[in-house]
């Protein structure tokens, strides 16, 4: 493949050694394929990173690692790319270590390679565990800034938590649904993808909360693990619908609105109120034809946007740590979609 990059920056992007690139790039023997395919998925996202960028600035390799669906990760990505030239001069060169269900030791590896390897900036979507904060505070310890994305790790040392205010979006959830059924008994399946991950937890605790305090006639059947993926997803609702006839309502903490609709329409139970999170492009078409009533949005790219302050801020104040950004949540409705979603 002909390419224009130093084998060095081939090297950095794809987390391999320079020798093991070169060997790639020179067609030796003895490089296993997906080896070979690491080498060449880099020189594509460098291609991608320099596409009308001729500037040059300061250059950051950031390592973005997540568990998460892909309908998420796909939207994380398309805001890292995007929101990086907003900082021109300042180049961010972004390596994505995506997957849908990734086991905590796995991560503690993934993180505990980054570190070694070298790396300007982490930024993580992952659960909270106590093996995860120790590698986050190993990173913090090597001088490299970890910023927790969505959902946070608040007994970890990380430089900056970059997300919603996850509490009061599940206040607002609640408040949504109670409104709705005005004081009529109502129930409601609240999916979250994982207990695992803060963010949803603390999504679940507001949630409870208020209809607790303000909508005591609402009860709550809860499904949780399915990882945010249909097939799970799918069954658990299933599920829980034979199980529970009176549920009328959903709060989808987690995601898989797709496998939960289909799981009421296979049960040919009626929604009175969908309430779900994230403008990707399919809670877009659900919400248009009304099968989503209501959805949580926050705008993922400023929380990217502070990801990448955060990381600068990191290199002019290497001592300072633990702050929360938090992103403003906003209702929308099929009548005020932003433009970006249109």
């Known amino acids: 493949m002909a390419h224009e990059f130093l084998v060095k920056d081939i090297a950095f992007q794809a987390g391999l050694s320079i020798a093991t690139v070169d060997r790639v790039l020179n067609a030796r023997p003895g490089v296993r ?10 020189i594509r996202e460098l291609e991608k990173q320099q596409s009308g960028v001729e500037i040059q600035g300061r250059k950051f390799g950031i390592d973005v690692i997540m568990e998460a669906p892909d309908r998420f990760t796909d939207a994380v990505r398309d805001a890292f790319e ?3 030239l907003t900082f021109l001069p300042t180049i961010f060169r972004s390596r994505f270590h995506f997957a849908e269900s990734m086991r905590p030791q796995d991560i503690v590896q993934l993180l505990d390679r980054v570190r070694l390897r070298g790396t300007d900036g982490v ?32 007994n970890a040392p990380r430089t900056a938590y970059a997300g919603a205010d996850n509490r009061a979006a599940g206040e607002t959830a609640a408040y949504l649904i109670g409104e709705r059924f005005s004081g009529q008994p109502a129930m409601v399946l609240a999916t979250l993808s994982s207990s695992r991950f803060r963010g949803e937890e603390e999504r679940e605790i507001g949630f409870r909360r208020t209809l607790r305090n303000r909508y005591p006639s609402i009860g709550i059947v809860e499904i949780s693990e399915g990882l945010g993926r249909d097939d799970a997803t799918g069954a658990l609702t299933a599920e829980a619908l ?17 496998a939960v609709l289909a799981a009421f329409a296979a049960a040919n ?22 099968q989503i ?6 705008d993922l790219k400023a929380d990217v946007r502070t990801a990448f302050r955060a990381i600068l801020g990191k290199r002019s104040a290497p001592t300072g740590q633990g702050v929360a950004r938090l992103s403003a949540v906003e209702v929308i409705t099929p009548y005020n979609i932003p433009a970006s979603g249109r």
Not at 126 to 144: C, K, W
Not at 250 to 256: A, D, P
Not at 279 to 288: H, I, V
Request: glycine share 8%; aromatic share 4%.
């Open 33 to 42: 394929k997906q080896t070979d395919l690491r080498v060449h998925a880099a």
């Open 82 to 84: 995007s929101e990086s």
């Open 123 to 154: 930024v993580l979507k992952a659960p909270d565990v106590p093996e995860i904060s120790a590698a986050v505070a190993r990173l913090e310890q090597s001088g490299i800034a970890v910023i927790t994305l969505v959902t946070d790790l608040p």
């Open 242 to 258: 034979s199980n529970n006839p009176g549920i009328n309502a959903v709060y989808s903490i987690g995601g898989g609105n797709r």
């Open 269 to 290: 139970r009626a929604c009175s109120v969908f309430v779900a999170h994230d403008l990707d492009a399919g809670n877009l078409e659900f919400l248009r034809n009304g």
């Open 293 to 298: 009533h209501f959805i949580l949005h926050h």
